[in-house]
């Protein structure tokens, strides 16, 4: 198991991020998602294969993390293998040689997000198929290697049902074991975890956090 460093969303988790299977992580703009991953990173103590398909990944703020918790801001930024795929062709392949790259001197694989390319495609035909290949591959890289890895996803309005959904859900629920979404509050800098399903734990429970300069911290802290 991976520490996310926040004690009450490691209990939420059963002990935090389980190796082996695929984690999903999404939410609305802005809840902590990136934060939350480049955190469990940090704290993992290994190497990072970072998947940034957003430009999302920030080496000013992992530093500003490290020096914040006592770790070399150097030492941190080197243990990130950062690969920034340009568009979802770019994504596939990047994912495919990640199972050349990826071996048990690993701790964690992030793809932040895994739909970003996909949504913007003007033609979404087969498209659907080819990101659940995508996942099976990061699902057979997380069983050969025993690491964890952390799909981040978008969401996006359901006229239907009336609600914030994430993107390609029934594609990535399929695949996904364990599904951690975030909230923004109206407090600043408050947001709020809800474990929407997972192997062990129980389905609804949430916690709150707080992001500062430190990544993502308890309310109580």
């Known amino acids: 198991m991976l520490s996310t460093g926040v004690k009450s969303l490691d209990e939420l988790l059963g002990g935090g991020i389980a190796p082996g299977v695929l984690t999903q992580i999404y939410g609305d703009f802005a809840t902590g998602k990136t934060t939350l991953a480049l955190q469990i990173g940090l704290l993992s103590g290994g190497k990072v294969a970072y998947v940034d398909t957003e430009g999302g990944f920030s080496p000013e703020r992992l530093s500003q993390m490290a020096k914040a918790r006592g770790f070399e801001p150097e030492e941190a930024l080197q243990r990130f293998i950062l690969f920034t795929p340009l568009d979802f062709k770019e994504q596939r392949r990047t994912i ?17 997000s895994i739909t970003a390319h996909y949504r913007v495609e003007e033609s979404r035909k087969g498209l659907s198929s080819e990101l659940g290949k995508q996942l099976q591959v990061l ?10 890895v952390i799909v981040i996803n978008q969401v ?3 006229s239907r049902r009336g609600q914030m959904k994430p993107v390609a859900e029934h594609t990535l629920n399929y695949r996904t074991k364990d599904i951690l979404r975030l909230d923004k509050l109206p407090k600043p800098g408050l947001r709020l975890a809800i474990l929407e399903r997972h192997r062990l734990r129980p389905e609804g429970g949430m916690v709150y956090f707080r992001i500062t300069e430190k990544g993502i911290e308890d309310v109580g802290d």
């Open 96 to 112: 495919g040689s990640l199972k050349k790259v990826v071996d048990r001197n690993f701790s964690l694989v992030v793809v932040d």
């Open 139 to 148: 699902l057979w890289i997380a069983r050969k290697n025993d690491v964890p």
């Open 156 to 158: 996006h309005f359901d």
